[in-house]
């Protein structure tokens, strides 16, 4: 069974420019949860989208958005990028929505703000 | 307010040196435990969910345990290639979403 793909691997942008990072899900799994992990604040929780639909938001600005496709693909979108945006952004997916069922990571996207 | 506390940061083992890495936790209404092994530059592997207390599952030289404040991983006589970043998470929080521990480093020297 394929894991959770993630795509781009790396990305440098501008301070300024916006990105969209996309993540493909376990075959199966409906469930799609970002997160934004720094050396200094670890892994935070940016949103979770299940049956296309947020369920849940983390405290983020509004700068960061995502959405989910009916193949339960998701994406999610920076916008005018800041240099503290720098970071590994984290993709994890599982079969219903909720945390009582685990997660599984994509290997990330790193994205660096210049 | 839910929180994940691990410790110690880093760890230094020599190979075959057995230890125990811990996580504290707080929560209103726990959701399963979880325990993540993340190497340099790659995204969390799943090692452990513990949904109750007194519960254990062990993995090759991995054990995980569990009580009503805490969990432990135990690592016995540990190889090189278990170096990482430990990861504790917390399911159940306020948004329905996994709340992480900073993790715990662990250096194995042959």
């Known amino acids: 069974k394929a894991g959770v793909t993630q795509t781009p691997r790396y990305l440098i942008k501008t301070r300024g420019q916006q990105v969209t990072l996309s993540c493909s899900p376990i075959?199966?799994?409906?469930?799609v949860s970002w997160y934004q992990q720094t050396p200094g604040q670890g892994l935070q929780f940016l949103f979770e989208?299940?049956?296309?639909?947020?369920?849940n938001k983390g405290n983020f600005p509004g700068r960061f958005s995502g959405r989910q496709f009916s193949n339960s693909r998701s994406e999610m979108n920076v916008s005018t990028l800041e240099l503290g945006d720098s970071a590994l952004y984290l993709c994890?997916?599982?079969?219903?929505?909720?945390?009582?069922?685990?997660?599984?990571f994509g290997p990330g996207t790193r994205l660096t703000v210049l | 307010e839910d929180q994940v506390t691990q410790s110690p940061e880093a760890l230094r083992l020599q190979e075959g040196e057995s230890s125990s890495l811990n996580c504290s936790y707080t929560?209103?209404?726990?959701?399963?435990l979880f325990w993540y092994r993340q190497d340099p530059g790659k995204g969390p592997e799943f090692l452990f969910t513990?949904?109750?207390a007194g519960e254990e599952k062990e993995k090759e030289r991995l054990k995980a345990t569990l009580t009503k404040k805490e969990s432990f991983l135990h690592i016995t006589a540990p190889k090189p290639e278990d170096s990482a970043t430990y990861l504790c998470?917390?399911?159940?929080?306020?948004?329905?979403?996994?709340?992480f521990g900073k993790g715990t480093k662990l250096s194995v020297k042959p």
């Open positions: 994890a997916t599982t079969t219903l929505a909720g945390s009582t069922d685990t997660q599984y």
């Open positions: 075959s199966g799994h409906r469930s």
């Open positions: 989208y299940f049956s296309e639909t947020q369920r």
């Open positions: 929560v209103s209404g726990l959701r399963g």
């Open positions: 513990l949904y109750s």
């Open positions: 998470a917390l399911g159940g929080g306020s948004q329905g979403n996994l709340i």
